[in-house]
């Protein structure tokens, strides 16, 4: 992601390549779930590009893509159309008050994620509308689909996967024999560094209200599949699909996943990621296999995936 921080440095979107991450309590994601309905009729076709910054080029792009037949996984399928685009940190980081950015010109590991998947899901509704992929996109970044300010945004990614799966948009995948380590959420880089974030240095108020949200959903969340079993076969890892969202756990002090991507079966029977590189400075489907991508990034201990 807030890669998610994303890179770390640059917290952003989510804070992983950036979002922050945590885990919600029963109650929170009852309210979730009770409040989506409400968020869509709030933010309706007719008003959503009122608060929507973008521009033609972007517009048009998405009705184009939208116009597309995927082919096999849609998610992978848009992926690869996103391929070869910049690499840019913190793009979100434009409007005070918030608004929806829309940008298809500049991607980090958080924005390619959530551009992805507010096309497929536009798509999946048999929908060819910018607005219809505007309110796509509104629903995946903020709580509950509701855009109401810098802190509706969903910046640690652990906020984000909880958020989502409560929505209904995504579902985690598992492993059960290989899953084996407990995954402990401790969220508190925003209100530690809130010098790093254009918005938290203009409005310092913000960081208390960032730094309760943080002890709020930290603490055990899941297990997570260790880097070392990345390296198994297809067959092995028969659970994991193309065009599955993956983010990396690490153990970089004060956020919880590190980077997002997509998983992509590569023709050598390895998984590899598909994601938007700081390294090579644009969206690329690494041609090493994640085993190696992980290896060389040693605060990487292993993974976990959710599906659309």
């Known amino acids: 992601m807030t890669q998610i921080l994303l890179s770390l440095l640059f917290p952003l979107s989510l804070l992983s390549c950036h979002n922050a991450t945590s885990k919600q309590t029963t109650e929170t994601r009852q309210q979730a779930s009770t409040q989506l309905s409400t968020s869509e009729k709030v933010d309706t076709t007719d008003n959503i590009l009122s608060h929507t910054i973008y521009t033609q080029t972007d517009s048009a792009r998405v009705v184009e ?16 159309k996103l391929k070869g685009i910049p690499y840019v940190a ?42 219809d992929y505007c309110h796509n996109l509104q629903r995946l970044r903020y709580w509950d689909g509701q855009m109401n300010g810098y802190l509706s945004r969903l910046h640690y990614f652990s906020w984000w996967w909880h958020n989502n799966k409560d929505k209904g948009i995504i579902k985690e995948v598992t492993l059960p024999t290989k899953y084996t380590t407990v995954i402990n959420v401790q969220n508190n880089y925003m209100s530690v560094h809130p010098d790093r974030y254009k918005f938290l240095k203009l409005h310092p108020e913000w960081v208390d209200s960032i730094a309760r949200m ?14 070392q079993y990345t390296s198994l076969s297809q067959k092995e890892l028969s659970a ?24 992509v079966w590569g023709k050598d029977g390895k998984l590899h990621l598909l994601n938007a590189s700081s390294i090579h400075h644009k969206v ?25």
């Open 65 to 80: 893509l939208l116009k597309m037949k995927p082919t096999g996984n849609d998610a992978l399928f848009y992926a690869r």
């Open 90 to 131: 913190s793009t979100l980081e434009v409007a005070d008050p918030e608004q929806l950015v829309v940008n298809l010109r500049e991607l980090d590991c958080t924005t390619l994620v959530e551009t992805t998947l507010a096309l497929a899901l536009t798509k999946r509704q048999h929908s060819d509308s910018f607005a």
């Open 214 to 227: 943080e002890q709020r959903y930290n603490g055990p969340d899941g297990r997570y599949l260790m880097e």
């Open 240 to 263: 994991i699909h193309d065009g599955d969202l993956i983010a990396i756990v690490t153990t970089k002090k004060g956020i919880d996943y590190s980077h997002l991507g997509f998983a």
């Open 284 to 308: 690329v489907e690494e041609p090493k296999t994640l085993r190696q991508y992980l290896k060389e990034h040693p605060s990487s201990i292993g993974i976990r995936l959710w599906r659309m």
